[in-house]
Nanobody, 124 residues
Framework: QVQLVESGGGLVQAGGSLRLSCAAS????????MGWYRQAPGKQRELVAT???????DYADSVKGRFTISRDNAKNTVYLQMNSLKPEDSAVYYC??????????????????WGQGTQVTVSS
């Protein structure tokens, strides 16, 4: 099993910054892609940003130029630096990891795990 634990959410004024962190733990063989998604009340969960093991990144158009995703492969940790925050960025942010878990006596098994979510609130 692979668990994800997020931290760093909170309340900030518009124009401010926050940094989210997400650490993966458990029987990890490899993590191919780590990412951040968010869900605002009454809306569907949406992609914010993803990053591969090699450092290739992808961003939602709404956050390009303001958010930066990064990861520490040795620590199985992904970060999301959020600058110039807007009220519309308010949501629960979820960490996601896609990779392979160690399974005794057999080949690594694919997993996809979600964190519990962390609230980000941006006041106007």
């Amino acid at each position: 099993q692979v668990q994800l634990v997020e931290s760093g959410g909170g309340l900030v004024q518009a124009g401010g910054s926050l940094r989210l962190s997400c650490a993966a733990s458990g029987s990890i063989f490899s993590i191919n892609v780590m990412g951040w998604y968010r869900q605002a009340p009454g809306k569907q969960r949406e992609l914010v940003a993803t990053i591969t093991t090699g450092g290739n990144t992808d961003y939602a158009d709404s956050v390009k130029g303001r958010f930066t995703i990064s990861r520490d492969n040795a620590k199985n940790t992904v970060y999301l630096q959020m600058n110039s925050l807007k009220p519309e960025d308010s949501a629960v942010y979820y960490c996601n990891a896609d990779g392979y878990a160690i399974v005794p006596m057999t080949a690594p098994r694919h997993f996809q795990s979600w964190g519990q979510g962390t609230q980000v609130t941006v006041s106007s």
